[in-house]
């Protein structure tokens, strides 16, 4: 060998990159799935939880309360009688056909037919609408504050999402409990909270 020669090494075998990218590209998204499946969780559990709170803290009011069963029950036969008991007398245009024209059988048609539920029907329906209309303002309340509360948590990531999504759930559940009721300036003005609702937490969560 000559003195001064340049000395060459042989070239040295590169690690391969390509598996640890893989593995990297894999946990992202199995990270993916587990936060969405966190918050998918939240969205519905903590709805879940509200409906049974309200339930069990405001109960819906039951029908028989105000229309109780009896076990024998005589159905009035008579207008005086029928409006006595509160209920709706409908009149037979059969029964004075019948009366100008006996049946050969001896038949006679009834004078009318009473519906002894009429009073206490409109007032459940009464009562049912507005504790439809308090458990509406109840669910919105609940997504209000869900909404505003991943606002102040926007640094925990999924827990924040699923709370700001739960919110938005929150909204749309309680404005379908009222949804038959509701009076068209009250559709307009939910209807424009949700929007903007929706506008600010896209802007805020997904801006990036």
Not at 84 to 107: C, D, F, H, R, V
Not at 153 to 167: C, K, R, T, V, W
């Amino acid at each position: 060998m000559q003195e001064g020669a340049p000395v060459s090494s042989a070239p040295t075998p590169s690690t391969p990159e390509a598996p640890k990218s893989v593995e990297h590209h894999k946990h992202q998204g199995l990270s993916a799935v587990l936060k969405w499946a966190l918050i998918l969780a939240m969205i519905v559990v903590v709805n879940v939880f509200f409906a049974s709170v309200i339930q069990l803290a405001y109960p819906a009011p039951e029908y028989t309360d105000f229309c109780p069963e009896k076990q024998v029950y005589t159905a009035p036969e008579t207008m005086e009688a029928c409006v006595a008991e509160g209920g709706q007398w409908t009149e037979n245009a059969a029964y004075k056909e019948g009366i100008k024209n006996p049946s050969a059988t001896g038949y006679v048609e009834p004078a009318g037919y009473c519906n002894p539920d009429f009073t206490c029907q409109k007032e459940y329906d009464e009562m049912r609408k507005g504790y439809e209309r308090n458990v509406f303002m109840v669910w919105v309340a609940l997504g209000i504050i869900l909404i505003l509360l991943s606002v102040f948590i926007a640094e925990m990531g999924a827990i924040s999402l699923g709370f700001s999504l739960g919110g938005v759930v929150s909204l749309i559940v309680g404005t379908m409990t009222y949804w038959s009721d509701m009076d068209a300036w009250i559709r307009v003005i939910v209807l424009g909270v949700a929007l903007v609702a929706l506008i600010v937490l896209g802007i805020r969560k997904f801006k990036d």
